[in-house]
């Protein structure tokens, strides 16, 4: 192509469509999170930090419509984007969905789409990209893959979901999924009153609205700035941290006993334990380096009685009985859809039965962990049954737990005529969605 550079005629060092289709990319191959492989390629190109904030907002805006881009490739250009390198799936959808969703012009996209061989775009493609009716364009699928489409999710999710809430409630849940998530403030009590805090958000244009249920916890109505960026945050004053994961932690109690996090980084719920009853806490984390993170998290939040320990819990590394053990393993994160929306582009059915049989192993030393009469919290991020319930229909019937109601009542009542755990729901709750159980070992 002769002429000026395809950077020089279009503005800025490297067109933001191919800067997220970069990123995308590696997020597929890799199986990475956004945030992380973000992180990543922007330290490697300090020249392209202006960008960022845009390109997280436009990566998501992808993620979120992959599945409607999908189909609009396939109808109007004859391209399956499936049998595409990564990279050029990737901008082939950053372009497809600018001219769905964005006001951008065609001649931006047209000469992008032409440095990359998408010979098949020209004007009037581009019209029919933005015409086609979503209902023309699901015409013929069956009801479980018109809203994996509309929603842009995998069918299985979808179906899965279907067959859990009904096809009412699954919709609504797939309308929240593709919201913004809301962003929730624990506030660090121990360093300041939840009224302090408060009142210095407002000074920096941050609105929130206290809880009903946990009173340490704050919501984000709205907000003029990067929470993560202002002083108050850098200085331990509050923590990010989604209302489920708050809720797991004050579930299980402390009243300053010693209590074992089986699973801990990033360390939310250990420094929550700490910071609510003096707790003394032992967190294990198999991760070295999600190790070394958690101890800075906890330094921040001047959680000094949190001990991380690197050590596999599967193989329980630690003598002795515990009154007290919460467990939140790693799982299929299903209720993340909407928090990680780069999940759709490779989650599989096989990875529930997988972590569901590792989650019981954990499930059986935190058991071994615990003295008689202890307490245990079970918790998840995903909305499986096979992850939740199942698991612990398991764990009374295996190990002769106890299962106890769960306080206070947050969410709805779990599944399986398990009704003293609790279920939480993006769309009902403004959490992610997430399974909680109170169990004791008799």
């Known amino acids: 192509m002769s002429g000026p550079s395809l950077s020089r005629r279009l503005g800025g060092p490297e067109p933001i469509e191919v800067i997220v289709a970069e990123i995308l990319a590696r997020v597929e191959v890799s199986r990475l999170s956004l945030r992380s492989v973000m992180e990543d390629y922007f330290k490697q190109r300090p020249r392209l930090k202006q960008a960022r904030g845009l390109a997280r907002a436009y990566a998501t805006g992808v993620l979120r419509t992959y599945r409607i881009v999908d189909e609009l490739a396939d109808r109007v250009l004859g391209l399956d984007p499936e049998f595409l390198p990564p990279f050029e799936r990737n901008l082939l959808r950053a372009l497809l969905y600018e001219a769905r969703f964005r006001d951008v012009r065609d001649e931006r996209i047209l000469a992008i789409g032409a440095r990359y061989g998408f010979e098949e775009m020209d004007r009037a493609a581009l019209r029919r990209v933005r015409e086609l009716d979503v209902k023309e364009l699901v015409r013929g699928l069956s009801p479980v893959a018109r809203m994996a489409v ?227 919290v079970y918790s998840t991020c995903t909305l499986t049954l096979e992850e939740n319930e199942e698991n612990i229909a398991w764990a009374l019937e295996s190990l002769g737990m106890e299962l106890l109601e769960a306080r206070p009542r947050v969410g709805l009542p779990g599944l399986l005529g398990l009704r003293e755990t609790q279920r939480l729901y993006p769309h009902l709750h403004g959490t992610t969605g997430f399974f909680i159980a109170k169990l004791r070992k008799e």
Not at 282 to 311: D, F, Q, S
Not at 318 to 330: A, E, N, Q, T
Request: a positive charge; one cysteine or more.
């Open 150 to 376: 509309e929603y842009s999710q995998p069918d299985w999710v979808v179906e899965y979901l279907v067959k859990l809430l009904g096809s009412r409630d699954a919709r609504r849940l797939l309308k929240a999924f593709n919201r913004e998530p809301t962003t929730w403030i624990r506030v660090n009590t121990a360093r300041i009153s939840v009224e302090r805090l408060e009142s210095r958000l407002r000074r920096r244009g941050i609105i929130v609205e206290r809880d009903e249920h946990l009173p340490f916890m704050l919501r984000v109505v709205r907000s003029e700035v990067n929470i993560s960026r202002i002083p108050e945050y850098g200085r331990g004053l509050f923590y990010i941290q989604d209302k489920g994961s708050a809720l797991a932690a004050h579930l299980l109690g402390g009243e300053s006993q010693v209590v074992v996090d089986v699973t801990a980084a990033p360390g939310g719920k250990a420094s929550l334990l700490h910071q609510l009853w003096s707790s003394e806490v032992v967190a294990l984390e198999i991760k070295r380096k999600r190790a070394m993170i958690m101890r800075k998290l906890l330094g921040r939040l001047g959680a000094w009685k949190v001990y991380t320990v690197v050590a596999d819990s599967r193989v329980a590394p630690l003598r002795g009985r515990f009154s007290k053990v919460i467990v939140d393993p790693d799982c299929s994160s299903l209720g993340r859809l909407g928090h990680s929306p780069e999940m759709r582009l490779w989650i599989k059915p096989s990875v529930i039965r997988k972590y569901a049989f590792e989650q019981r192993a954990l499930l059986k030393v935190a058991y071994d962990l615990l003295e008689r009469g202890g307490e245990l």
